[in-house]
C-alpha cells in the first residue's frame, strides 16, 4: 500500500524561513503515515520568463500536485485580511471539486463576523439586524471560522476544521491544529482501509 500524500496549503510559503515551515509539516505528515507535499516542492525551471510567466507555472504546478494527492491540509489562519490566504482558499475549491478530503485549521479563535467588523473602518446595522461595512456591504455572519464556501468544502469534502486560538505572533509557527488536522486524517484514512 502506498503511503498517502498530503497537499500542505497555506500561507507559509511567504515566510522567509518558508522551506524550514515546509521541512517541519513534513515531518509532522511523516510521524502520521503520510507524505507532506509543500508547494515549494515543484522544482520549477523559471529561469527567463517574465514574472507574469512564473506565476502561471507555479499556478499550474500546485494544482498537479494537490491533484497527485489523497487529501489536503489547509492553514486558514488570516492573511493579509480578515479571511484565509486567497491562493490557499482557491487550492481548497481545487481539492473540492476534484473530491480530494480537505482538512484545515486555523490559529485564530475569533470567527469571521468578529474579524470582518474589526477589519472595516465604519460598520453599521442594517434595518433587519444584519451588519454592512463602510461600503454598504454585507458582512457575513454564520458564526463560522471564515467564508461559508470555505467551510462547506472543508465539511462537504468529508474533512475536518481545526480552530485554536494562538498569540499572534506565533500563528504562522504553531503547528498544535495542524497536528490535530493529521489526527483527524489518520483516523478518517484508518476506517477506508
Known sequence: MTTPKVYLAGP????????????????????????????????????????????????????????????????????????????????????????????AYTNSGDDFAVR???????????SDGTREDERGMLIEDFGLADNLMLIGAIEFSGGTLVSRRVPPERQFHDLEAFEDCLRAASISFAAKR
Open 12 to 103: 507559509e510559503v511567504f515566510l522567509a524561513e518558508a522551506v524550514a515551515a515546509g521541512l517541519a509539516k513534513k515531518s509532522l505528515c511523516t510521524r502520521y503515515g503520510f507524505r507532506g507535499v509543500f508547494p515549494l516542492d515543484a522544482q520549477l525551471d523559471l529561469h527567463g520568463l517574465s514574472p507574469a510567466e512564473q506565476a502561471l507555472r507555479i499556478s499550474r504546478a500546485n494544482e498537479q500536485l494537490i491533484r497527485d494527492c489523497q487529501f489536503v491540509v489547509a492553514n486558514l489562519t488570516p492573511f493579509r485580511g480578515p479571511s484565509a490566504d486567497a491562493g490557499t482558499a482557491y487550492e481548497m475549491g481545487v481539492a473540492s471539486a476534484l473530491g480530494i478530503p480537505v482538512f
Open 116 to 126: 470582518s467588523v474589526r477589519a472595516s473602518a465604519n460598520t453599521r446595522m442594517r
